[in-house]
């Protein structure tokens, strides 16, 4: 199975990188979490902030694969535990389906890759920057794989 992580933005601090490596490599051959880093779309002065939503949007929207279950990422979505996390990780090795992620750029997700999503997640009430969100999903996906094999890193 794969879970691909859609994350809006790039050029993310080297920190970022190897924090979001480091966990990702321990994943076993068939469980692989992917990283596609989507374009920021053009926000300045005078720019509509939904315009750059759209852009965003449709570049999520392009990077779906067919097939994938959809989990979006949003503030209002269902707070998950680890072990949450864990059922849900385990359900969807069950069904066999690939997983794509969704992180929304510093405005949120377009409405319409929202819509896709059979599932919402909310990471935390707290306002998370985002490069420490790649970090911290790859971390609890390989957490939560721990968790489903009995193995004492989650301990």
């Known amino acids: 199975m794969k879970i691909r992580l859609l994350a809006v933005g790039g050029k993310m601090p080297k920190w970022v990188e190897q924090g979001y490596q480091e966990y990702s490599k321990r994943l ?3 469980l692989t979490l992917e990283l596609v880093e989507l374009p920021l779309g053009h926000r300045g002065k005078s720019s509509d902030k939904a315009k750059a939503i759209r852009q965003e949007g449709d570049a999520m929207l392009a990077a779906i694969g067919k097939n994938e279950r959809v989990v979006a990422l949003e503030v209002l979505g269902k707070p998950w535990s680890t072990e949450d996390l864990a059922e849900h990780l385990s359900g969807w090795q069950m069904d066999g389906q690939n997983v794509a992620l969704l992180v929304g750029g510093p405005d949120g997700l377009d ?11 909310s990471l935390s009430p707290l306002t998370l920057p985002h490069p420490l969100v790649r970090v911290l999903l790859a971390e609890q996906v390989y957490r939560a794989w721990t968790v489903n094999q009995g193995h004492p890193y989650h301990k």
Request: aromatic share 8%.
């Open 28 to 30: 076993p051959r068939d």
């Open 111 to 121: 409405p319409r890759c929202s819509a896709l999503a059979t599932q919402k997640w």
